[in-house]
């Protein structure tokens, strides 16, 4: 079936730090991928997406690209700040599906 | 512009009590959908919407009903609360089933039962 499996937390880093979270997925056919950030207390947003293979998405400094070869879509950043702390979530809808399948979730602690 | 509306934003029930979780979007979307997150476990769905009258089961649905009366509201009702019911929800919605649309997250309902 379909699935997603992230990195496990919690990551903790230095400001201006480089940032990787991995995420590989499992699916049948081509699934469209999504980062979501969750600030502390509040909702998830959606960070960046990609929709097919090769895509790079990008936001706010943060990078992933669509990997079909290696099922991947691992989250970087080149420089974090203390304002990025916040859990990550990685996600997938499948291109036959209807709903969000969701990583666990990595947290990450930066601090100054 | 609202989003999505979840209401209320915490609340404690005893064990066998029930209550509905509201949830309402101002966005037109078709799609809306229920999940609840736990620790170390991430989202896990529990029902979810196409479009009004339509609903269906996701993961973890023991415990809980749903309807969809309108587009805008999707409404979650616990019918005889458990503590293993003790959880973070939330609400989101979609513009499409479409594969590459983003969902849109309310801000959680906080819900603890003793």
């Known amino acids: 079936g379909n699935s997603v499996t992230q990195m496990e937390g919690p990551v903790t880093l230095s400001e201006e730090a480089f940032l990787t979270i991995n995420c590989t997925y499992t699916a049948t056919g081509y699934p469209s991928l999504f980062w979501y950030v969750q600030y502390p207390g509040e909702g998830l947003q959606l960070l960046l997406k990609a929709t097919k293979a090769d895509d790079k998405g990008s936001n706010k400094g943060f990078e992933a690209t669509y990997r079909k070869e290696t099922t991947s879509f691992h989250l970087e950043k080149g420089s974090v700040q203390v304002s990025d702390s916040a859990v990550y979530f990685c996600?997938?809808?499948?291109?036959?599906?209807?709903?969000?399948?969701f990583g666990k979730g990595t947290t990450l602690s930066v601090s100054s | 512009n609202a989003g999505v509306t979840q209401t209320p934003k915490f609340q404690v029930l005893k064990t066998g009590q029930s209550m509905t979780l509201q949830c309402a979007q101002d966005?037109?979307?078709?799609?809306m959908s229920w999940y609840r997150q736990d620790p170390g476990m991430g989202l896990r769905l529990i029902h979810y919407?196409?479009?009004?009258?339509?609903?269906d089961q996701g993961e973890v649905p023991n415990g809980y009903n749903v309807s969809r009366s309108t587009t805008e509201d999707f409404p979650l009702r616990l019918l005889s609360a458990a503590p293993s019911q003790t959880s973070v929800y939330f609400c989101?919605?979609?513009?499409?089933?479409?594969?590459?649309?983003?969902?849109?997250f309310g801000q959680g309902t906080r819900l603890t039962v003793v």
């Open positions: 989101a919605s979609s513009y499409s089933e479409g594969s590459y649309t983003e969902a849109f």
């Open positions: 996600a997938q809808r499948p291109a036959a599906g209807t709903a969000l399948i």
């Open positions: 919407s196409v479009g009004a009258g339509i609903t």
């Open positions: 966005m037109n979307h078709e799609y």
